[in-house]
């Protein structure tokens, strides 16, 4: 399936490019606080809850106006929530229990490579030397904030089990995209992205319990509120939405390049919430993940 960019809004999906990701990247926020308050599958679980929750009301009529077209599209929901929602919201927050925050980042960055390869195998989705060079440029940006412009740290890193978590999340992230884009849909984006919404959370049901039962008891105070709260909107509705719009004018492959500026917006707000320094290797970093998308982007002008 073909973006839809045209020249009325040659810019505008642009600007969504590097403005969606400022929303994104607030799940390192809950990766790093909201796991120390609210256990991970339960953090997932309810989160996806919550945003069916807020949505519904919005768009019950239209989709109880399109019974019909529901069920020939159940299956598709279902899977896209179990990857988006269930796969993509509870593995990260896993993974965070038993590995590093820089271990996470440079794990998810291989995402984009995922899916341009699903998207050239399975959908027909062209691929050319611009492209390959704006992946390889943002993925040096990527490893130079992560390793914080020292290669020895790169050489010496050590993964952990919960390394395949975040490998497992990669991968569901990249099936998600792409299926998102090239399933036709009855809904509107956002009918759509409520449905998805309940199926992801109807996915996670059944390890949420499991979690209650055999490992962890959740808490449902304040902070249990705050958390969940934040998840739903911030990197849930409002992230979600406009990654779907991204997707939308620019490609699946073109829109995995969030995850790279996703990456240097993680490192402004370690500065900003948990007082981590601004040094040299964040600004080279940058400058190479915004080359690269430079790159990408007149890849498909």
């Not at 993680?266 to 007082?275: M, P, R, W």
Request: proline fraction near 3%; include cysteine.
């Amino acid at each position: 399936m073909k973006p839809s960019l045209t020249k009325n809004n040659s810019y505008f999906p642009y600007l969504l490019l590097f403005v969606q990701p400022v929303f994104m990247a607030t799940n390192i926020i809950v990766a790093r606080g909201g796991v120390e308050y609210v256990p991970p599958v339960s953090l997932a679980f309810w989160r996806w809850l919550t945003v069916f929750l807020i949505l519904c009301p919005f768009f019950i009529n239209e989709i109880l106006s399109k019974k019909k077209r529901l069920k020939k599209e159940f299956w598709k929901l279902f899977f896209l929530g179990s990857m988006g929602c269930g796969v993509c919201g509870a593995f990260p927050f896993i993974a965070g229990m038993s590995t590093t925050m820089a271990n996470m980042g440079i794990i998810y960055t291989s995402s984009p490579i995922f899916i341009i390869i699903l998207s050239v195998m399975f959908f027909q989705d062209k691929i050319n030397l611009s492209r390959i060079a704006g992946l390889i440029i943002c993925l040096i940006g990527v490893f130079t904030i992560i390793s914080k412009g020292k290669i020895e740290l790169l050489l010496n890193f050590k993964f952990t089990s919960g390394d395949l978590w975040m490998v497992g999340a990669a991968i569901g992230w990249a099936v998600y995209s792409i299926y998102l884009l090239n399933w036709k849909s009855n809904f509107s984006l956002m009918g759509r992205f409520t449905l998805i919404a309940f199926f992801g959370s109807i996915s996670l049901f059944p390890f949420y319990l499991l979690e209650e039962i055999y490992f962890f008891n959740t808490k449902f105070n304040s902070d249990f509120i705050f958390w969940v709260s934040f998840a739903a909107i911030l990197p849930g509705i409002i992230a979600f939405t406009l990654y779907t719009k991204v997707q939308k004018y620019v490609g699946a492959s073109l829109a995995g390049f969030t995850l790279y500026i996703f990456s240097v917006y993680s490192a402004i707000y370690g500065i900003i919430l948990f007082d981590e320094a601004l040094m040299d290797f964040h600004y080279f970093g940058a400058a190479f993940v915004f080359f690269g998308i430079y790159l990408a982007r007149k890849a498909v002008k």
